[in-house]
């Protein structure tokens, strides 16, 4: 009998290394067309909108470095309230920054004017802005240089003349300005101080900044610039607008008495129920927006050309 001879067919053996390693490569393969998948999905629904994808912080920060002329275009129909306690004289009553010594009538201090947003970074190079984390953003995003500020996260008036400002400096406010014997000098402080159970306190601390800074600079143009209100949505609720608004009466009536300058910028940056304009504030409801910091810098710079 002839024996058929079965020929076995042999099974080729695939390493296991190499069936992770293909895997692998169907796992990336499929990740990368996902993702290709909806990143055209995404472009798509952004241009039909016709909104094109941004990170929202970029948003957020590339309103501050808007050239002029742009940022006026928008701003152009807008108006401010700056106050005069001194009688100003005819070609100067587009500009009403209270200069101290009151007028028998104060109602021509109280005119609306168009709110210009250019300013000369060089015009304030002899100058010195007093003032908290708001202040800060005045060289943060560049409107000034460093030196011309001495300003910190939290600072009030009573710290102003007794904390330093600036751990390498080693200096308080007061005596950083006695180091440097600004031209003028420019106080933006309060709201890290503003409570009704404290209020006459943080009046007092004030009170006794400006009567210093008054005997340490005779010669020196000092101007308080008013406490901004907060926003209707705002992160910062233990902040009651009320408040500011008394506590601005409190610095206007000290500059009166000693004949200092004040700028009443809350009223050019509120709406008609003395909230925070949203055009004018951060997120945060507090902090200046660069359209802030533009207005103040252009009043300041107009009235002390």
Known sequence: MNKKVRKKKRRVKVPA????????????????????????????????????????????????????????????????????????????????IDTGSSSSDDSDSWTVITQPTSFNKEFFKDDLFIGDSIFTGLYGYKFLNKENVAAKLGYTPYLAMNEPFDDELGVTALEYAKQRSPKRIFILLGSNALDSSALNALQNSYSNLLTTLKSEFPNTKICCISITPVARQTNYPNIKNSDVKLMNEYIREQCKALRLDYYDLYSAVSDEDGYFLEEYAEIDGMHFSGITYRVMLSALQKKYS
């Open 17 to 96: 290394a190499t069936v992770v390693l293909y895997i692998i490569m169907v796992v990336i393969i499929l990740g990368i067309c996902t993702a290709v998948f909806f990143i055209s999905f995404n472009a798509l629904n952004n241009t039909d909108s016709g909104v094109p994808a941004v990170n929202n912080s970029i948003i957020s920060s590339s309103r501050f470095i808007l050239p002029d002329n742009e940022i006026s275009s928008l701003y152009e129909s807008s108006s401010s309230e700056i106050s005069s306690g001194e009688e100003s004289s005819s070609s100067d009553s587009s500009s009403s």
